[in-house]
Each structure stands twice: as C-alpha cells, then as structure tokens.
C-alpha cells in the first residue's frame, strides 16, 4: 500500500494504518464512503452491513470497541466519527477515508455545481437568443425549450456547450434575420455560412451536434418535420437558402438575354438565339451580372416540360422553371433578376402543393398570376371533361390563393386537380 496522505502534519502511524486497512473493514470504508459522498461529506445517518464473516466481525468488534457476534450490524456514521476521533486514529471520518484513499468526492455540493452551470448555460443562452431578431419569433423560444429538455447539449462540457449555443443561435439569426433585416448573400452555402457562424467550412457538416440543433429550427422555423436522412437533410438546407454545394443543383431557364458583356452573358444570349435550353448552377449564378432590359417580362413556370415544349415551338419570351419547387438555386436567379428590375409572370399547377408555391413565388416577387385564376381553372378543367380526358382527384388541405379569393373554393367545388402540361397549348401562345 502506498504512503498515508498527511493532512495535518500527523501521518497515521504504520500499527493504525496496518489496523484499518485489514481485509475485514474493507466493505466498512465502501458504505462509508458512499454515504458520506451523498450526505455532503457530513457523517449523518446509517449504514447496515450484512452477512458479516468471522474476520469482518473480528476488525469491526475491535474497531468499535464492543462485541459482534450476529451477522448484520447497523452502525450509526456519527458513533463511528466520534470512536475514530477517540482512537489511536486520532480523526474523524472524513478525514480517515481521505487518508486510506481515494479522495473523497461531494457529490451534492457536485450536483449543485452542475444545476448551477446549467442554469447559467440557459440563462446565457436566453439573453443571447433576445439580443438577436429570432426574440420576436415564436418558434425561437421553442426552439431553444427543446434543445434545453433533450439535455444532449447539458452533457456537453461547459466550454463545448457554450459554443454550441452560441453558433447556433448565431447561425440562425442568419439564416432568419426579421422581415425588416437584408440577408446577404441571399443564399449560402453550407461552408461559408459554416465559417461565417463558426469559423471553420466544416462546422455546420452532418452528424455534428451543432447542424442537428441548427435543422431543428429550421423545421420550426418553416412547419416541416425533421428529416431522417440525408437526402431529407439536404432538402431542408435549401429550404433556408443554404445549399451543401453551389454545382450539384440547378435552375433550368429559356431565352435569357443579358445584356453583359462576359462569356457567360453572350452564352446565354447565344443559346436563347439557338432556342436552346440552359441549367444554371449556383456557382454560375455568382459569376453571372445578369443585367436585363429595363421591365423585362420574365414568365415562370413549375413543369420543365413547359420549357421544352417553349424550345420547340420556338418560343421568344424568357422562361424560368422552378422544376415543382422554388429551390435555393431558383431563387436565387429570380432574386437576381428581381434586382435588375425584370417583372413577373407566374404558372404552376392547379392542385394544393401548385398553389403553395404560386403563393410563394407571387407574394416574393410582387408576380402576376399567368393563367391562373378561377375563370382559367373552370375553362381548363371544363375541356378536360369535354374531352373526355382521364380525371386526377385533387386531395390534400385546400390552400387558399392569395392573388385570387375565388380559385380555392372552384377548385374544391370541381375537385379536381390540373396539372401544368393541360394549359400548355395556351401558355406556348403567351410565350410567342
């Protein structure tokens, strides 16, 4: 055994110390150790040891000064403090078992260190979380009540639980700075919103605490379930203008003609001359001025076909597909042609989903509604039945149109659901 720790000059002798750590008191010191580590190092209360053997009643009787002979023994922890005191041990309790090792441990006055770190974890975290514009949003002060509850942040180290905090609450005040805030850039990519939040392109990658705390927001944020996987996960990122890359997703658009004066510009222009469609890459995007005529009329559709269909015909007005949903990429064009000061004309299809995107596209943009009002829903649905055409029940909760308070209640009335391709014949005219 290793030499007694001196705790007030006066090491234990080698007779006592030889006396106490016989094998016969050893489940003695366990239970005291335990009680005492609970009980705030204090020797309060009781211990009660069972099926002592020979030995164990042997060292116990010596050690307590009186005589043992069943095989359980209750024993008060402040008689024990008081006999040790009393003995050739010459001190109490605490300091007995801090001699024979290891130190002991205040696991109450440990407990309440840690409820103390923790309050102040989420005190901090609250008062960060109110000096940015996330306090006005209801689902912030959710957001920071359920990452409090999962306690995966709490068992963090207190350093390391900070920071995720703060990158967190830091990385969504970004991502939704207030209506009366300008986010820029407009759309991020995952690495640089990383290092602009974090300092480091890799912080917000998958599997890090910090992007599941940051995507569970983002699902309050927008009223969308978590994601289980990471396709799911990747989809989310875009629905907050943050794309994991800039190459791998596309905004597919028909006769552009900027009027810059880069390769890129006089590609474009070049294709539009050819009737040919082009895909736009995010990294395009950012490279690209995209400076249009003044007022330039620019339709958007939601089906490629409409594209494909415009670069047959030959078609001469622009064309921009949201290919069934507005994207970070899709976005992002039409936010740098809203900015040029182009106008817009918007179609998608005639079912719950078409008309959630055409709210979107229209409220953003300021878009006119193309062919899509109650009267266009009638005709089309009308000659649908006329010609005997195969019927798609429309199903989902109803969504009302924001441009027309008359297209909802036509649609749920007829009850059936339109896609893009059936005005096709009539948006090939619009588009020249």
């Known amino acids: 055994m290793t030499s007694p720790r001196v705790l007030d000059g006066t090491p234990l002798d080698a007779e006592t110390l030889a006396f106490l750590t ?64 009393a003995s050739a041990v010459g001190r109490g309790l605490a300091e007995t078992l801090t001699e024979l090792g290891p130190a002991l441990t205040d696991r109450r006055a440990a407990r309440d260190a840690a409820a103390a770190q923790r309050a102040g974890l989420w005190s901090a975290a609250e008062a960060a979380l109110a000096a940015t514009q996330l306090a006005s949003q209801p689902w912030a002060a959710r957001w920071l009540e359920e990452t409090r509850r999962a306690g995966t942040v709490a068992r963090q180290d207190g350093h390391t639980a900070t ?17 009366d805030a300008e986010r820029s850039p407009a759309v991020w ?29 983002i ?21 907050a203008s943050v794309t994991p890359d800039e190459v791998s997703s596309t905004v597919l658009t028909y006769g552009l003609r900027p009027t810059g004066t880069t390769w890129g510009e006089r590609t474009l222009r070049e294709r539009a001359d050819h009737n040919l469609e ?40 622009p064309l921009v597909c949201t290919s069934g949903s507005a994207t970070t990429v899709v976005l992002t064009l039409l936010d740098v042609l809203a900015a040029a000061g182009c106008a817009f004309a918007y179609h998608g299809d005639f079912d719950w989903p078409g008309i959630a995107l055409a709210n979107r596209v229209v409220e ?46 036509a649609m749920e009335a007829l009850g059936i659901a339109l896609h893009e391709e059936a005005a096709l014949d009539l948006l090939l005219e619009d588009l020249g």
Not at 163 to 179: E, K, Y
Not at 381 to 391: F, N, S
Not at 400 to 407: M, V
Request: charged content about 25%; overall charge positive.
């Open 364 to 409: 953003r943009y300021g878009a006119e509604a193309w062919r899509m009002r109650a009267g266009d829903y009638e005709y089309l649905a009308t000659r649908m039945q006329v010609h005997g055409t195969p019927q798609l029940l429309l199903t989902g909760p109803r969504v009302e149109a924001g441009w027309d308070a008359e297209l909802a209640p």
């Open 163 to 179: 920071t995720i905090l703060d990158q967190a609450i830091r990385t969504l005040a970004t991502l939704f700075p207030g209506p």
């Open 219 to 239: 699902t309050l944020a927008s009223g969308t379930d978590f994601p289980v996987d990471a396709p799911g996960r990747r989809a989310l990122w875009r629905l």
């Open 22 to 85: 016989r094998p016969g008191l050893t489940r003695l010191w366990a239970a005291a150790r335990t009680r005492l580590e609970r009980n705030g190092l204090r020797p309060t209360g009781t211990i009660r040891l069972q099926h002592l053997d020979e030995p164990e009643r042997e060292a116990l009787s010596l050690l307590l000064a009186k005589s043992l002979t069943t095989s359980t023994v209750t024993i008060h922890l402040p008689d024990l403090d008081t006999r040790l005191r």
């Open 278 to 317: 082009t895909h736009l890459t995010l990294r395009e995007l950012r490279a690209l001025q995209l400076g249009m005529p003044s007022r330039t009329r620019i339709h958007v559709c939601e089906n490629p076909r409409v594209v494909e269909a415009a670069a047959d015909a030959g078609c001469t007005e």
């Open 189 to 217: 990519g995952r690495g640089e919103l990383a290092t602009r939040t974090t300092g480091s392109a890799h912080g917000l990658d998958d599997g890090t605490l910090l992007s599941r705390l940051v995507l569970r927001g």
